[in-house]
């Protein structure tokens, strides 16, 4: 069980029926639902007392399903399985590790980069962005690359469309580009709009309210929530889970890495993976698919069918990531952005941490409040959601 579209749907479809031809004996059931769907469904079905076997864990939501008993330590098994973590990103793991051993391990990687449309750049004679571009090369290029095509005082394409909800996707970076912090190091702390961190939030709100390059959630909706895909945007931040579905827009489109801040270069990196329930009845079983679908075969088709990032570095760094034949873009972009990334922070009650930051946010976007404003209210109210879940 897992969350995604009707393409990831086939991906991992895909995958099970290449288990399956390898593991006759075990009959394996892919159920996918978008995010909001998956998660409630997951807790009627463990309000029920009929968790799946296997089903997708998000990383930063993995803390609080490990606190709660309900996961399978697969510890014994990983011990049973030598060289199994051998080749994996380290950081990949790092998410899944506890004291007590892994309840979960990852499936994929997600560096976010940024993601370009090169027809509107050449349209515009905008040079193409580069591995040495700054948070002002990318506010300068987004300015030049908004416009009001049929002169109705209404803009009509934006040179900029991050999420500006989710941190993952855009303003996380920015603060540590900044040399700010997102929350303290024992996660106790919310510091996002503390020094360095709120000349972030000024450089983002810039954007948005006077450069009017940024388009806010409301106008981002109108298009899906995606305007980069809508073909009315000239840039956007995203993983590599967009890939298979951007590989059919019409226009021409590459990656290029995250641009640095004043202070430092940094990204965001996330990771998906696979549990098991604790109840489940076919333990073994659903050992023996999150083992395949980490494992090389596994990890292989999954670069192939081009949903994610490989965690084994040697398919990574292979042609079968690398050049990929479903879309020609600069795939080395992911795998260098590694060395500039940093974890998504991952902790218990991040779920409601984050609904107050990102439901607090929009009030700014939508222009019925100043960032600082805005930042003044969330702040203790992020804070509440952390002392809550110590």
Do not use: C
Not at 83 to 94: C, F, V
Not at 240 to 257: G, I, R
Request: charge should be negative.
């Amino acid at each position: 069980m897992m969350w995604g579209s009707p393409d990831e749907l086939a991906v991992w479809q895909q995958i099970v029926d290449d288990f399956q031809q390898a593991h006759p004996a075990i009959k394996v059931k892919v159920d996918v639902s978008d995010w909001d769907s998956y998660w409630n469904k997951l807790k009627t079905l463990y309000a029920g007392g009929t968790p799946p076997d296997v089903f997708a864990m998000d990383g930063p939501l993995y803390p609080d399903w490990a606190g709660r008993g309900v996961l399978l330590n697969l510890q014994p098994y990983v011990d049973k399985s030598p060289g199994l973590l051998d080749g994996m990103y380290p950081n990949t793991l790092e998410t899944y590790r506890r004291p007590d051993g892994f309840f979960g391990l990852p499936r994929d990687l997600q560096p976010i980069v940024l993601f370009y449309n090169k027809d509107m750049f050449d349209a515009a004679g905008v040079a193409y962005p580069t591995a040495n571009w700054t948070l002002n090369d990318l506010r300068d290029a987004a300015k030049k690359l908004t416009k009001d095509s049929n002169g109705d005082g209404k803009i009509d394409q934006w040179g900029f469309s991050p999420d500006l909800w989710d941190m993952e996707l855009f303003w996380s970076e920015a603060i540590w580009g900044y040399g700010g912090e997102v929350l303290n190091a024992d996660r106790t702390k919310t510091t996002l709009a503390e020094g360095p961190a709120r000349d972030a939030w000024k450089y983002i709100d810039g954007m948005v309210r006077d450069d009017k390059s940024v388009p806010g959630p409301e106008i981002s909706a109108e298009y899906g929530s995606d305007p980069f895909a809508a073909g009315v945007s000239a840039m956007t931040t995203i993983g590599h889970w967009a890939v298979p579905d951007y590989a059919k827009l019409e226009f021409k489109w590459d990656v290029a890495p995250m641009p640095a801040g004043p202070a430092a270069h940094a990204t965001s990196v996330n990771s998906a993976g696979f549990v098991v329930s604790k109840d489940s009845k076919s333990p073994d079983a659903a050992w023996e698919f999150v083992k395949y679908a980490v494992g090389e075969a596994g990890q292989k088709r999954l670069t192939e069918l081009g949903f994610a990032v490989p965690i084994l570095k040697s398919i990574a760094e292979s042609p079968t990531f690398l050049d990929q034949k479903s879309v020609t873009i600069n795939q080395q972009v992911f795998l260098d952005s590694l060395g500039f990334a940093r974890a998504k922070p991952s902790f218990r009650g991040y779920d409601e941490w984050a609904s107050a930051v990102g439901d607090g946010l929009i009030p700014a976007w939508n222009g019925e409040k100043t960032i600082d404003e805005a930042l003044d209210e969330i702040v203790p109210q992020a804070d509440e959601a952390l002392s809550k879940n110590q």
